[in-house]
């Protein structure tokens, strides 16, 4: 089945350490993204990508970067991490329609 | 500020009952409106859809209503099955794929 993956699910990591997040899709999706949800706030957009060329970024995209190294891959990365970055992210793509395909989802706490 | 609300962060419904899920939006751009289901350990999976032209979508136990109006949505899960227990999300979109997410109810169908 066509699919969203993202590695790692889980991580654990510490204040100032960098973190990448990685997803993959065999949806032959060119649009990818990256949300995050928080108790109470939904899901918020952090970069969204169109196509491998194209980055922008979304509505927290302060202290988070991106990097579409194909069609198929999109990483997410934290310079440095804080605490208040602990959440969950999500991965998603979409066709033309815009609706997203989720991903399963990667737990990261920053302590 | 928020473009989409769901003012009731939880709902418990018998098993067989009706459950009703609220939304709400500010925007009168959005023509695309749609609910995701969320189980704990998952992504987001999409569950229904409705354009703005329509006032009714229904997908089996699942019905999405458009009141343009008021602007206000709704979904209808009829009979309600434990299996449904989840976090719903509503989200709308405008034209140009910008995607806007509700903050989530959690549903709670009690056997």
């Known amino acids: 089945d066509a699919d969203v993956t993202q590695t790692p699910r889980n991580r654990i990591t510490k204040t100032g350490k960098r973190i990448m997040l990685e997803c993959s899709q065999t949806?032959?999706?060119?649009?990818m993204y990256w949300y995050r949800q928080d108790p109470g706030l939904g899901l918020r957009l952090i970069y969204y990508s169109f196509d491998v060329k194209d980055i922008n970024k979304g509505e927290i995209s302060d202290g988070y970067s991106v990097s579409r190294q194909a069609q198929a891959k999109f990483s997410l990365s934290l310079e440095s991490a804080i605490p208040n970055q602990t959440a969950l992210y999500f991965c998603a793509t979409s066709d033309l329609s815009g609706r997203r395909d989720f991903g399963p989802g990667t737990r990261l706490t920053v302590l | 500020d928020q473009q989409v609300k769901q003012n009731s962060p939880s709902l418990s419904v018998q098993e067989g009952r009706i459950s009703i899920l609220n939304c709400d939006y500010t925007?009168?751009?959005?023509?695309?409106f749609l609910w995701y289901k969320k189980y704990p350990a998952e992504g987001p999976t999409f569950l229904i859809s409705?354009?703005?032209?329509?006032d009714k979508n229904e997908d089996g136990r699942f019905t999405v209503f458009l009141n343009k109006s008021a602007k206000h949505l709704s979904l209808h899960i009829v009979p309600s099955q434990p299996g449904d227990s989840a976090v719903y999300f509503c989200a709308a979109s405008i034209p140009g794929n910008q995607f806007y997410f509700g903050t989530g109810t959690s549903l709670t169908v009690i056997p």
């Open positions: 409705i354009s703005s032209i329509k």
């Open positions: 925007n009168s751009m959005f023509d695309y």
């Open positions: 949806k032959g999706h060119d649009r």
